[in-house]
């Protein structure tokens, strides 16, 4: 078998994806010790997007085990069967290839049925040779259904680091919160969401408008029409349909409210709350997963079921925030990249150690 960890060279790292953000904040800066290898293409042969991931093949595992030191599993195994997974997992015993599998989600946001994702967690949390998650709950709930010990490292900046705090559209002085429902994929609750807004916004002390936020082309255009005739019938709500987004202006959308409500089902971890964390933007969350453990100071949970409960939530969260487009949030922004860039080496040097820990 080859020798993986070699002081002449970079730990070689295939995740999947490689090319995700987040994925790609997990190295050092300025350093060459750990190299994420770039995505192959798809199984499918597709070029222009990563999945169905190749990596996850035992075909791919055998052909590249002398390219590959580690390989690094974040998303993506819904693309696969669960004997694919096992032959994948076999490829890697025999190649003598440690894995390493971050827990994102104990429930998969793309998915109604949980049925073969808990198959999937079922084969991969036992076999990883070592494991990694967000917040303490997750890592807790994965030593009681598996017990083993996953790691809890933070999740790294979303936002791009040159974004300018300042609101694509100015505001009048009424505070904002917004909901973005996005393409209403299977863990968006749209429909409770806006119904439960329509309701709370009237008990909120503080003048508010809400914005539900909602792209183009949605997986589900019933529960669009649904979500239109609540919010034509509250003076307090308008809609906002348009083409997905980039980052530039998904982040232009978050910093021109106060608040973001958060529209989930179900879920483990939410990157959306990171990003409104890097842009001052205080969440307001349903009990979902660990999302509030994310980070607590910055996040109200309310009751989707209970309108009061979330009119006072709102509150809540309006007096953590700052004005969209104020200096004050200009600050806030400011001072949470700075503790980004800082928290970036922690998080890149504890993979570091992981992956060499699995080395050895």
Not at 231 to 240: F, G, I, N, Q, T
Request: proline letters at 8%; aromatic letters at 4%; one cysteine or more.
């Amino acid at each position: 078998m080859p020798a993986r960890l070699r002081p002449d060279r970079p730990i070689r790292v295939a995740a999947v994806p490689g090319g995700h953000p987040y994925v790609r904040s997990l190295i050092e800066p300025g350093t060459a010790s750990v190299e994420i290898l770039p995505d192959p293409p798809a199984r499918d042969g597709a070029t222009d997007r990563w999945w169905p991931p190749a990596m996850l093949t035992a075909d791919w595992i055998q052909g590249h085990s002398d390219e590959v030191d580690v390989l690094h599993v974040h998303f993506g195994m819904e693309s696969s069967t669960t004997a694919e997974l096992s032959a994948a997992i076999d490829a890697l015993r025999a190649t003598d290839t440690p894995f390493v599998y971050t827990v994102h989600d104990l429930e998969n946001p793309q998915l109604t049925d949980q049925s073969v994702h808990r198959e999937h967690l079922d084969l991969v949390v036992p076999a990883a040779d070592a494991l990694i998650t967000l917040t303490a709950g997750a890592s807790a709930e994965i030593e009681r259904r598996w017990g083993r010990t996953a790691r809890v490292i933070g999740h790294p900046r979303v936002a791009a680091d040159e974004l300018a705090p300042t609101p694509l559209v100015a505001g009048d002085g009424t505070p904002t919160a917004v909901v973005h429902l996005r393409d209403l994929r299977p863990n968006i609750d749209g429909i409770g969401t806006v119904r439960a807004l329509a309701d709370a916004v009237k008990g909120v002390s503080t003048p508010l408008r809400v914005i539900v936020d909602v792209n183009e082309n949605v997986r589900d255009e019933e529960q669009l029409t649904a979500i239109a005739s609540i919010v034509d019938a509250s003076p307090l709500l308008s809609l906002r349909r348009h083409p997905r987004y980039d980052d530039a202006e998904l982040a232009a959308s978050l910093l021109a409210a106060e608040v973001a409500v958060l529209p989930y089902r179900f879920g483990t971890h939410s990157g959306w709350a990171e990003l409104c964390w890097d842009l001052g933007v205080p969440i307001v969350t349903p009990p979902v997963g660990y999302i509030a453990e994310q980070h607590p100071t910055d996040s109200v949970v309310f009751d989707a079921a209970d309108s009061g409960s979330l009119a006072s939530a709102l509150g809540a969260a309006l007096a953590l925030a700052t004005p969209a487009g104020s200096t004050a949030r200009a600050a806030v922004v400011s001072e949470r990249r700075d503790a980004r860039r800082a928290e970036r080496i922690v998080i890149a040097r504890e993979h570091e150690g992981i992956y060499r820990g699995v080395l050895r």
